[in-house]
């Protein structure tokens, strides 16, 4: 009975991995109930490793290349069976190959805004998102950490490990660096390094190793963004008085196509105006001495736009040149100062 029971089991003489997959990064060669038989051929890609685990414990690892199983190129298993060097019977143990080919254009990115302590803006939320890749490099600790007895083991289902653990590392990145949000978004291939040698050490954790990592960008939620344009704006803007100057002179030529455009425009261009005056009257109060004479008054705003449009009719009648009327006008303008 126990000759008929060997003879019809199964026998593996060929074990190899074609990957007919992409993402796979674990991948059990299917026993069901077959055996091995001893001096079979075990081949192993370039892109690939191999591991024998008997009864729970981890065996022999094999890089790429073609080996015969024997009990010599088997030593662990060998001595774990406690076989000698005579023996010569198939063998059962599970074998799994692992993909070593590299992981690229791998995605990252905070789902959450993360909340730092920022040196010009205080309290701020920060995003960050880019891209990265890995190669598995030690099957072992991968299958004790990660893939364990599965048939298959997918890129995908390491995907959200590996990503929380990056955006772990990107949060104490960001409090222990100091560095405000400002150069940290000028200088996102320094921050890329500082961020690649935080997350490399996790990666080898798992048996890992990470090959490039990129930030795309870092940036504020949309609410806080508009905030840092509107102060950067300010900044830009400077002196409030020149600047609705400015726009009150890139407003009138628009206004004069229409008729009545310069009538209408007259209360807001008074308001500008006037706001403009207070604000640069409020900081030459500021500047010049308490004894200081003072400015003369400017020409009011009513009266430059009725003369505005006057010399418009006069241009219109072809009595006034455009030319004219341009170098009249910058000249009212000035008198607005």
């Known amino acids: 009975m126990a000759l008929m029971d060997f003879i019809k089991k199964q026998f593996i003489d060929i074990l190899q991995w074609t990957e007919d997959g992409d993402g796979t990064l674990a991948w059990r060669f299917p026993m069901a109930e077959m055996e091995i038989q001893n001096g079979a051929s075990l081949t192993v890609r370039d892109s690939q490793m191999a591991l024998f685990v008997n009864e729970g414990t981890v065996a022999d690892v094999f890089g790429p290349g073609m080996v015969k199983l024997t009990t010599q190129t088997l030593p662990v ?29 791998q995605k990252w990115g905070t789902p959450n805004p993360i909340t730092i302590r920022d040196k010009e803006f205080g309290i701020v939320r920060l995003r960050a998102f880019g ?26 289902e390491l995907e959200g490990q590996l990503r929380n653990t990056m955006v772990a590392g990107l949060t104490d990145l960001f409090g222990e660096s100091g560095v405000p949000f400002i150069d940290m978004a000028a200088n996102q291939d320094e921050f890329g390094k500082a961020m690649f040698a935080k997350a490399a050490p996790m990666f080898a954790e798992f048996g890992l190793a990470l090959d490039s990592l990129v930030v795309q960008n870092v940036s504020l939620p949309e609410e806080l963004q508009k905030i840092l344009d509107q102060k950067i704006g300010m900044n830009m803007i400077g002196d409030m008085q020149r600047y609705t100057q400015y726009q009150v002179a890139n407003s009138i030529p628009d206004a004069a196509k229409n008729e009545g455009g310069l009538a209408a425009m007259g209360v807001g261009l008074g308001a500008g105006v006037g706001f403009g005056q207070v604000m640069g009257q409020a900081m030459g109060a500021a500047l010049q001495p308490a004894a200081a004479a003072p400015a003369v008054a400017p020409m009011s705003a009513d009266d430059v736009v009725a003369t505005l449009e006057k010399l418009h009719g006069l241009v219109e009648k072809g009595i006034l040149s455009q030319a004219e009327f341009d170098a009249k006008k910058a000249e009212l303008l000035k008198k607005l100062s």
């Open 77 to 105: 298993l060998t001595y774990l069976k406690n076989w000698d060097k005579l023996f010569e019977s198939p063998f059962k143990s599970d074998l799994y190959f692992f993909s070593t080919r590299t992981q690229l254009d």
């Open 131 to 156: 891209i990265y890749s890995y190669h598995l490099t030690d099957p072992k600790v991968f299958y004790q950490k990660i893939s364990g007895t599965r048939d298959i083991y997918t890129r995908e």
